[in-house]
């Protein structure tokens, strides 16, 4: 009913940047909060930056400074500029969407498949 769609991971050395993107389509009525959380091998799966279908955004404080996200309401995409990118934050980077389905109305939480991320030092 709803297909989503991530690109934008790869390798990066220290320093350098990479944008995120998430699009997500199908029987959609409404969206409600994008996020993009993170898992790194061995740890909990952890927020990195969420917005609010009014443009109001939250980062954890490791990626504060650093990323900048944003979304598309009329194409239903987010996406992740980060930049100064640290082999800390290597990682498989999933969005997460709050969508209202269509015929009836329902909500859903939607995952990304995951896109991954390695930053080299």
């Known amino acids: 009913q709803v297909q989503r769609v991530e690109s934008g991971g790869g390798l990066v050395q220290a320093g350098g940047s990479l944008r995120l993107y998430c699009a997500v389509s199908?029987?959609?009525?409404?969206?409600?909060?994008m996020s993009w959380y993170r898992q790194a091998p061995g740890k909990q799966r952890e927020l990195v930056a969420a917005i609010t279908s009014g443009g109001s955004t939250n980062y954890a404080d490791s990626m504060k400074g650093r990323g900048t996200i944003s979304r598309d309401n009329a194409k239903n995409t987010v996406t992740l500029q980060m930049n100064s990118l640290k082999p800390e934050d290597t990682a498989v980077y999933y969005c997460?969407?709050?969508?209202?389905?269509?015929?009836?109305?329902?909500?859903?939480?939607?995952w990304g498949q995951g896109t991954p991320v390695t930053v080299s030092s």
């Open positions: 199908g029987r959609i009525f409404s969206i409600y909060a």
């Open positions: 997460n969407v709050g969508v209202v389905l269509t015929g009836p109305l329902r909500y859903r939480e939607v």
